[in-house]
């Protein structure tokens, strides 16, 4: 005789079905409100939850002690992302990343998928890398945050028609003339914060940092030296309205 199913269960796969049974526009909204990789997870409920996440118009990548392999899940989810537009991205990266993963063809992809805000960090133990020199002809970037083991290499010529702001913390430069073109392929840029650091003989291989932005409203900038190297800042910004220094150089200023 074949037990009789039981209440309980009966109820929770109606519940269950009713949910997969939603819109793909409610479904996002419901996987907006977990982590990025329980939305990921989604994928193995069933087939009609297997690409719902790939939708999502948000998507944050943290390491931390509970999430130690974020890196991997970043790997392999980011190619099958589809949505025709990436709000925003979040990737924060720490010494627990190998040092070998494709972290430029992330990078590559979210340009690809017309990403809006871009947040990247990466303390790993190895080299600064080079970002794609697709992210430099980004047209739909508006917010851009680089932090600390990134080389700003920018090609000829930059054109990011759409940044709004800018951050750039504890980053390196390729030299001085990358610097120079990244702020000069911003024509509508209105925010900027620039976080830098020189201690012994690590720097950020730029000597005279040149802001020169004519549609810049706001810039904070920051700047600890704990080495004897000469440097320089040049702010030449007709349109600004806020300014912040914080310099413990013996740095020259030309306003």
Same mark, same amino acid.
């Given at each position: 005789?074949?037990?009789?199913? !039981?209440?309980?269960?009966?109820?929770?796969?109606?519940?269950?079905? +009713?949910?997969?049974?939603?819109?793909?526009?409610?479904?996002?909204?419901?996987?907006?409100?977990?982590?990025?990789?329980?939305? %990921?997870?989604?994928?193995?409920?069933?087939?009609?939850? !297997?690409?719902?996440?790939?939708?999502?118009?948000?998507?944050?990548?943290?390491?931390?002690?509970?999430?130690?392999?974020?890196?991997?899940?970043?790997?392999?989810?980011?190619?099958?992302?589809?949505?025709?537009?990436?709000? +925003?991205?979040?990737?924060?990266?720490?010494?627990?990343?190998?040092?070998? %993963?494709?972290?430029?063809?992330?990078?590559?992809?979210?340009?690809?998928?017309?990403?809006?805000?871009? %947040?990247?960090?990466?303390?790993?133990?190895?080299?600064?890398?080079?970002?794609?020199?697709?992210?430099?002809?980004?047209?739909?970037?508006?917010?851009?945050?680089?932090?600390?083991?990134?080389?700003?290499?920018?090609?000829?010529? %930059?054109?990011?028609?759409?940044?709004?702001?800018?951050?750039?913390?504890?980053?390196?430069?390729?030299?001085?003339?990358?610097?120079? +073109?990244?702020?000069?392929?911003?024509?509508?840029?209105?925010?900027?914060?620039?976080?830098?650091?020189?201690?012994?003989?690590?720097?950020?291989?730029?000597?005279?940092?040149?802001?020169?932005?004519?549609?810049?409203?706001?810039?904070?900038?920051?700047?600890?030296?704990?080495?004897?190297?000469?440097?320089?800042?040049?702010?030449?910004?007709?349109?600004?309205?806020?300014?912040?220094?914080?310099?413990?150089?013996?740095?020259?200023?030309?306003?």
């Amino acid at each position: 005789m074949v037990e009789a199913e !039981r209440p309980w269960k009966i109820q929770k796969r109606a519940c269950e079905d +009713r949910i997969s049974s939603l819109p793909d526009d409610l479904l996002i909204q419901i996987l907006l409100r977990v982590p990025t990789e329980d939305a %990921v997870a989604t994928t193995f409920l069933s087939k009609r939850w !297997r690409y719902v996440w790939t939708m999502l118009p948000r998507l944050v990548y943290i390491e931390s002690e509970q999430s130690k392999s974020v890196w991997w899940l970043l790997d392999q989810s980011i190619r099958f992302y589809q949505a025709p537009i990436l709000e +925003r991205l979040c990737i924060i990266l720490g010494p627990l990343c190998p040092v070998d %993963v494709d972290v430029v063809n992330w990078l590559a992809k979210a340009v690809e998928c017309c990403v809006r805000n871009l %947040v990247f960090a990466l303390h790993w133990k190895s080299e600064p890398i080079r970002m794609p020199n697709t992210l430099y002809t980004c047209n739909t970037l508006a917010s851009l945050t680089l932090s600390n083991k990134i080389l700003v290499d920018a090609p000829s010529p %930059v054109s990011l028609p759409s940044l709004t702001q800018l951050e750039l913390r504890h980053v390196a430069y390729k030299d001085e003339d990358s610097q120079v +073109r990244l702020l000069s392929g911003c024509p509508v840029l209105k925010h900027l914060v620039v976080l830098r650091h020189a201690d012994g003989d690590v720097d950020d291989n730029v000597r005279k940092f040149s802001v020169k932005v004519p549609s810049l409203k706001k810039l904070l900038y920051s700047f600890i030296q704990l080495n004897n190297t000469d440097y320089s800042l040049v702010i030449d910004n007709p349109a600004l309205m806020y300014l912040h220094i914080r310099d413990s150089s013996e740095e020259s200023y030309s306003i």
